[in-house]
């Protein structure tokens, strides 16, 4: 059975950084799309980042290019977002998920993810 488990977050100040963990645990197979995804309050569910584990670069929504970081430690089965230069918008409740899929197809559906993590919050106070 895949999990995912989230840590980090919190609240922090405009223009500080945070950094957000997911571990997976569990076969999902030999590639995966791994994702990251925020929803603020009254809103939709967006995807913000992802990667497939099967190589390749990171891709990010306009709205967190320059700004986040995603990395991937393969063996840790871990997925780190490193978020600088936090604005106030980028409050959320932040997921991770998971597909058993070769690639990741954008824009990113929460529809075509199967495996969610439980949330974590980030504050950003201006």
């Known amino acids: 059975q895949v999990q995912l488990a989230e840590s980090g977050g919190g609240s922090v100040q405009a223009g500080g950084s945070l950094s957000l963990s997911c571990e997976l645990s569990g076969d999902i197979g030999t590639r995966a799309c791994m994702a990251w995804f925020r929803q603020g309050q009254g809103k939709e569910r967006e995807g913000i980042t992802s990667?497939?584990?099967?190589?390749?670069?990171?891709t990010y929504d306009d709205s967190v290019q320059g700004r986040f970081t995603l990395s991937q430690d393969k063996a840790k089965k871990t997925l780190t977002l490193q978020m600088n230069s936090l604005q106030s918008e980028d409050t959320a409740v932040y997921y991770c998920?998971?597909?058993?899929?070769?690639?990741?197809?954008?824009?990113?559906?929460?529809?075509?993810?199967?495996?969610w993590g439980q949330g974590t919050q980030v504050t950003v106070s201006s």
């Open positions: 990667i497939s584990t099967g190589g390749g670069t990171p």
């Open positions: 998920a998971a597909a058993a899929t070769d690639w990741c197809i954008w824009p990113l559906q929460p529809s075509n993810f199967p495996y």
